[in-house]
């Protein structure tokens, strides 16, 4: 199987940011998807509509920038279609917000959207993909040759618990807390193609895989293959899809620039010859578990030996070490940010100390990520 990769000049960047649909009376999830959209097609157009679209769930909508060249482009790109929802969704009592899982509300209670693709995939997964109701920011870095795709994908998977640390938005699940900083990462790993990507050593053995499991029946086409690190052909990027949905613009600009940083300096890394590094599987599988189960607390194996490392520690000397890549690629403010969400709390720790301030009432936390969507930046309180 010939998969054609379309080799990205730049390390350009997309993001696409999964958006819950509040109904702000209940708090719960409401599924106005189709009606939102429609409204947005009318008032920005078909060009203009293209930035949203439809989820699993009637309930999420998935905005979506163009081709940016630098962070700041694209989290202007998201804040200019998110601003329009905004103000469509409040005319219904319609509030927007992003977490790894919605707080209270079920999977049972949610419609599935009108679609051939989507009934496909509840009619060949049942329960497993009926129970998606997980959000999450996927962040697309531009790869200059199909040969970069694979050894950087394989190197970025030690990166896989620092994402998720830095994001972890998921202590919730159907009204209970799970005792897990990302209890997203547990469930959408339960699909049989997502969760960790297989280390294939160059392009020619992706593409004799995807044939594989395209021969085999399990997937239709490549875009069902859902792994936490995959490259994406068509755009000519490697796409991150560990993190858990961020609920603030400040934090979706942070995870980016660190992704767009260490994927720009892997491409150079290989313009020059260099071999990067392949972590073992079994370390970046107990990584995942960790930065799933303790988010930022996590210590992390950072040798195949293991040998342990704070995640917040390796976390903030990757900053520094990036901070020229940053200066160069015009995301210095945005990479520093991580640096904030390292001393502010990632959204798990501000969502549980909202509960324990509502002495356990979970709309309160709903309550803190509506606000911190409106405000863009994380709500802490003294």
């Known amino acids: 199987m010939h998969i054609p990769f379309s080799s990205s000049p730049s390390s350009s960047l997309g993001i696409e940011w999964e958006l819950e649909l509040v109904d702000l009376q209940s708090r719960h999830l409401r599924g106005a998807a189709t009606e939102i959209l429609e409204d947005l097609r009318a008032k920005v157009g078909e060009e203009g509509a293209a930035k949203a679209k439809h989820e699993l769930f009637e309930s999420t909508i998935e905005v979506i920038t163009g081709v940016c060249q630098t962070v700041p482009e694209a989290t202007a790109d998201l804040l200019g279609t998110v601003e329009v929802l905004r103000d469509l969704a409040e005319r219904r009592g319609i509030g927007l917000m992003c977490s790894g899982t919605h707080p209270i509300s079920e999977y049972s209670t949610q419609k ?17 993909a009926r129970r998606l109701l997980i959000f999450g920011v996927h962040v697309h870095v531009g790869v200059r040759s199909p040969e ?5 994908v394989n190197a970025l998977m030690s990166y896989i618990p620092h994402f998720l640390a830095l994001s972890a938005s998921s202590p919730y699940w159907l009204g209970s807390h799970t005792g897990l900083a990302s209890s997203r990462s547990r469930v959408f790993e339960s699909l049989p193609t997502a969760g960790l990507p297989y280390p294939l050593h160059d392009w020619a053995a992706f593409e004799g895989f995807m044939e594989t499991l395209v021969t085999a029946g399990t997937i239709e086409t490549i875009r069902e293959v859902w792994w936490d690190i995959r490259p994406h052909p068509n755009f000519g990027t490697v796409e991150l899809r560990i993190c858990d949905g961020l609920p603030t613009l400040l934090e979706v600009g942070a995870v980016a620039a660190l ?12 313009d020059r010859g260099y071999r990067l590094p392949a972590p073992q599987r079994w370390v ?21 030996r293991g040998t342990v490392r704070p995640v917040r520690t390796d976390i903030a000397d990757l900053v520094e070490d990036l901070l020229p890549v940053a ?23 501000r969502q549980e100390l909202a509960a324990r301030r509502a002495g356990g009432d979970l709309t309160s936390v709903v309550d803190t990520l509506l606000a911190e969507m409106n405000a863009g930046r994380p709500v802490t309180h003294g």
Do not use: F, H
């Open 284 to 304: 970046v599988q107990e990584n995942k578990w960790r930065a799933a189960r303790y988010g930022l607390d996590a210590e992390i194996m950072v040798d195949d």
């Open 327 to 349: 200066r160069r690629l015009g995301c210095e403010t945005e990479l520093t940010n991580v640096d904030r969400i390292l001393s502010s709390g990632a959204s798990y720790t």
């Open 148 to 152: 970069k795709a694979m050894p950087i």
């Open 259 to 270: 992704a767009q940083c260490i994927v720009d300096r892997m491409n150079t890394q290989l």
């Open 112 to 128: 599935i959207t009108a679609d051939d693709r989507y009934d496909r995939l509840v009619g060949r997964m049942q329960w497993l």
